[in-house]
């Protein structure tokens, strides 16, 4: 057994004990979904286009007890009853609850919403929920881009999936949540986060067709390669229910709109910008481009190719820089130290303004790369960056 997976297997025994002390009786089982990074293919999957993220080693863990009515006469039938130990703000466990049935958009407010939009969409989708008690955890890091909101609505999917005997598609779990995340939470946000968590294979990043879903597991040896992808936190809050990302999903479907094509998916790489302001231009020419260079990513690493892949990466991050315009100073700072303390490629990862960058570094660089950034951060005067290595990770299921 892999070090990783003793490692969750521990975790989930920690959380099935804490469970049974907080609820009186064990859970039916723990739930493990990863968060992500996202190799290459940057505001492209709300335009159809193309991605390749990979599920990585850092993800949270769900322990569900199903509780039909009358099993505990304390407490009402069709309340769910929750409880976190990485309650993002404060420390120690966090407990909320929520009617099911009293369930509208924004009803359930931090972290407990995603539980909650779980239950909203799975009701919407004519998939009664029964009440239950739920234990979270987590090792993603919260508001550093990459997908722990997403890795606890996809934990609680699985979890609700193989319990009610749903007998859900990945694709279906992918939909479902992000329509809580959509129509619950109220963030307008694509469907690479989940699909990535859901999906995700270990050593392989997800080349993912997201108007249909289809999906392609591409090798991503690094380690053979004597490579790691290091990540650089910048520790910019950002938020997707802010009006940069919607802001920029709008641009996209007016310039959909203009060219004639019901999404940026169906524009020819080399159709004719000229009809457009500068502004949307510029939007439309970085989604071409970004899903031209995920296909040539996905290309070079299914050729077992490692060599291209920093250059492709560094142009992905001055296209999201300079058309897109959804990075800042911070991420910035991150791509240019990394790349000139020897990365072969960085770019930011996940929505953008703040987060986390990605940097592809030679294992044996890891320690100058390190130093260069907290070094580079320091002499700005900004907040220090919380560096760490990810892996690519197998997706979601039962621990
Ligand atoms: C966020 C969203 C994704 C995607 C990225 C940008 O992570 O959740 O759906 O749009 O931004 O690529």
């Known amino acids: 057994m892999s070090a990783a997976v003793q490692a969750v297997q521990s975790r989930a025994q920690i959380l099935t004990g804490q469970f049974a002390e907080i609820y009186g009786s064990e859970p039916d089982g723990v739930w493990r979904a990863p968060g992500r990074v996202n ?12 991605v390749l993220p990979f599920a990585i080693d850092r993800s949270a863990l769900a ?3 199903l509780r039909p009515p009358g099993r505990d006469p304390e407490v009402p039938d069709g309340v769910v009853r929750l409880a976190s130990r990485y309650a993002p703000k404060g ?3 966090s407990r909320e609850e929520f009617s099911i049935h009293g369930l509208t958009p924004g ?5 407990a919403a995603y539980p909650a939009g779980v239950v909203y969409a799975l009701e919407a989708a004519g998939f009664p929920v029964p009440a239950f008690d739920l234990l979270l955890d987590s090792t993603v890091p919260v508001g550093a881009g990459l997908s722990s909101s997403h890795a606890v609505e996809v934990a609680v999917i699985v979890a609700l999936n193989d319990l009610l005997g ?10 479902l949540t992000q329509y809580a995340e959509n129509r619950y939470v109220g ?15 270990e050593g392989s990043a997800l080349f993912l067709d997201c108007r249909s879903l289809a999906a392609e597991t591409v090798p991503l040896p690094l380690a053979e390669h004597g490579l790691a992808v290091l990540v650089m936190d910048t520790r910019v809050a950002h938020s997707h229910s802010d009006g940069g990302y919607s802001a920029r999903r709008a641009s996209c479907e007016h310039g959909a709109a203009v060219l004639g094509a019901d999404s940026l998916r169906d524009v020819p790489a080399d159709a004719d910008l000229s009809g457009l302001d500068a502004e949307t231009r510029r939007r439309v020419r970085h989604v071409l481009g970004e899903n031209r260079r995920v296909g040539q990513t996905a290309a070079e690493l299914q050729a077992g190719r490692m060599d291209t892949l920093g250059q492709l990466l560094t142009a992905s991050h001055a296209s999201l820089r300079d058309d897109f315009e959804v990075s800042c100073a911070e991420l910035d700072l991150a791509v240019e130290a990394a790349l000139t303390a020897g990365a072969l490629g960085a770019r930011m990862t996940g929505g953008g303004f703040g987060g986390s960058a990605i940097a592809l570094i030679r294992c044996a660089d890891e320690e100058q790369v390190r130093t260069a950034v907290l070094a580079a951060f320091q002499g700005r005067g900004f907040r220090e960056p919380v560096l760490f290595t990810v892996l690519p990770a197998a997706g979601a299921g039962r621990v």
Do not use: C, K
């Open 39 to 50: 190799l290459i293919g940057e505001h492209t999957d709300y335009n159809n286009g193309f």
């Open 63 to 65: 322990a569900v007890r």
């Open 91 to 93: 420390h120690g466990l």
């Open 107 to 111: 009803s359930t407010e931090g972290w």
């Open 166 to 175: 749903l007998e859900l598609e990945h694709a279906d779990m992918a939909r």
């Open 187 to 201: 963030a307008p946000t694509g469907i690479m986060d989940q699909s990535a968590s859901l999906m995700g294979r």
